[in-house]
């Protein structure tokens, strides 16, 4: 009886992370390039790394460098551009958290908690604060 209890719950919790949430902001997608390479060049790391039969971390270690440093190039000559920083940063966590890395650093970009110097600032909305705490305060000497 509580296994099925348990798959509602599974299933109402996907229906409601799924739920999409208001934004006055744009958000900028990853690049269909980009993420093909970072899921093609993390499968070769993968594969590099159980291939290696060692059975310690430090080969998935290795791999993971490899993959962080393999994969912008490979992205570079798919894009035949220079990368932007958000594009290669998203290239690099997915190489260390490989299943969300890329997808969690894209939504910092978007939430404005990253930002890089070829990309505008993002202003991000603080809820409950007039418009006069945002004014400049200005500076008074102490003496």
Known sequence: ?????GW??????AFVFTAQTADAGQRKEINP?????????????????????TGNGAAYGVTSFGCAIISPM????????????????????????????GWLVNEAYNNGWLWAPD???IRVG???????AAKKVEKTAVR
């Open 1 to 5: 009886m509580t296994r099925k209890y």
């Open 8 to 13: 509602l719950a599974a299933v109402l919790a």
């Open 33 to 53: 390039a980009v993420s093909g390479t970072a899921f093609w060049v993390g499968a070769a790391s993968t594969g590099a790394g159980l291939a290696m039969h």
């Open 74 to 101: 490979v992205a570079t000559v798919a894009l035949n551009r220079p990368l932007k920083y958000r594009e290669a940063h998203v290239l690099i966590s997915s190489c260390f958290i490989p299943v969300i890395g």
């Open 119 to 121: 990309e505008k600032p």
């Open 126 to 132: 603080q809820h409950g604060k007039s418009k006069l």
